[in-house]
Nanobody, 121 residues
Framework: QVQLVESGGGLVQAGVSLTLSCTSS????????VGWFRQAPGKEQEFVAA????????FVTNSVRGRFSISRDNALNTVYLQMNMLQPEDTAVYFC??????????????WGQGNQVTVSS
């Protein structure tokens, strides 16, 4: 089974960068596609980005495209979400999930506990 843990979040000023990491403490993550989702205060959970098991054709949702990127290093059993030019509207709890690599939460079987990113203006 896959047990996911997110790390790297925190409180930052607008305009700076953060990189979130997602690792598996159980079964290797390399056989799964991985997605990132986020949930901001008072809003529904939204899809952010996904990457295939091989790392081919990573996808980033339009709202953060050009600022965020997703990558993975299977040798380190880690998936990354690079977040640049952070804005207050990016404030959310960020979740990584292992599954089919779509934009739909229902297509992911394993979820991390979430990691808070707070961006101050």
């Amino acid at each position: 089974q896959v047990q996911l843990v997110e790390s790297g979040g925190g409180l930052v000023q607008a305009g700076v960068s953060l990189t979130l990491s997602c690792t598996s403490s159980g079964r290797t993550l390399s056989t799964y596609a991985v997605g990132w989702f986020r949930q901001a205060p008072g809003k529904e959970q939204e899809f952010v980005a996904a990457i295939s098991a091989s790392g081919f054709s990573p996808f980033v949702t339009n709202s953060v495209r050009g600022r965020f990127s997703i990558s993975r290093d299977n040798a380190l059993n880690t998936v990354y979400l690079q977040m640049n030019m952070l804005q207050p509207e990016d404030t959310a709890v960020y979740f990584c999930a292992a599954g089919l690599g779509t934009a739909l939460a229902k297509d992911y079987r394993y979820w991390g506990q979430g990691n808070q990113v707070t961006v101050s203006s």
